[in-house]
């Protein structure tokens, strides 16, 4: 099996984020002039500006994460044990990877829009429908993901085995397209406070990590091949736990604090 490295393939798989990134900064660029020296950079869930910052931070700032988000995407196959099985599912990574950028991204655009729009309520509705696009959309490719060290829901039980792996990822994919879909009507109706402030996905994060437990005890008793080996293999599972959760920790700081 060929092993994962930048080619052409690679970076053709990756055009439309990296279109979006340069985008970003060429729109910043084209407008900077016309824009006063600050601008709006956050608002609450009403739509209501809550922070300002100067333009010539705010038009950097998020172009520049998702720059480095990508970037971190395409280079965290080098360090992969797995790093064999990214060919097999890059189709699907670069679909999630893009999915990222474009949520930030978002950002810029949205504060070009408010800025001369001045039209707040705009923010709360597209918001919530990129919300709904990036659930369906990475809920419906999760069950294709292979085993790695970065993405997908990553516990001891599915490091030691493919088939928790696979049921596993294919249950948090039903979750999310289901959590997208739960927010559609949303975008026509006021939506409760309380659903605001859940986190959702933390929920699913939780169940289906425990779900992968419940397998690991279903399948240790039909399958003699599915336990730990060795204390080595045990820990370098709990590594690659922890290398998942820190990963994907950092991810959602950058989204949900930008």
């Known amino acids: ?21 340069l985008l970003s900064y060429a729109l910043g660029l084209i407008l900077y002039p016309k824009l006063p020296f600050f601008v709006p950079t956050e608002w609450n869930s009403e739509g209501n500006v809550i922070a300002y910052l100067p333009k010539n931070t705010a038009l950097i700032l998020l172009p520049t994460l998702a720059l480095i988000l990508l970037l971190i995407f395409v280079l965290n196959p080098y360090i992969d044990p797995l790093r064999r ?19 930030i991204c978002l950002g810029q655009f949205l504060i070009l829009f408010e800025t001369f729009t001045k039209s707040n309520k705009v923010v709360p509705g597209v918001g919530l429908l990129f919300n709904c696009a990036v659930y369906i959309t990475v809920g419906n490719y999760f069950p294709r993901l292979k ?16 088939k928790i792996w696979r049921k596993t990822q294919n249950l948090t994919g039903i979750l999310l397209l289901a959590l997208g879909v739960f927010y559609i009507p949303f975008l026509f109706i006021p939506i409760p ?13 939780i169940a289906t990590s425990l779900y992968s437990l419940l397998l690991f005890f279903k399948y240790r008793r039909e399958d003699s091949e599915v336990h730990f080996k060795s204390v080595k293999e045990l820990v370098k599972s709990i590594l690659y736990t922890l290398t998942h959760l820190a990963f994907w920790t950092a991810i959602f700081l950058v989204l949900f604090k930008f």
């Open 147 to 162: 085993q790695n060290w970065f993405i997908g829901i990553g516990t001891p039980w599915t490091y030691i085995s493919d």
């Open 85 to 103: 099985n990214y060919t097999r599912f890059f189709d699907t990574y670069s679909i999630i990877v893009s999915m990222f950028v474009v949520v």
């Open 1 to 21: 099996m060929e092993t994962y490295r930048i080619n052409r393939e690679i970076l053709k798989a990756l055009r439309f984020p990296i279109v979006i990134v």
């Open 193 to 205: 406070y309380i659903l605001t402030q859940t986190s959702f996905a933390f929920i699913i994060l």
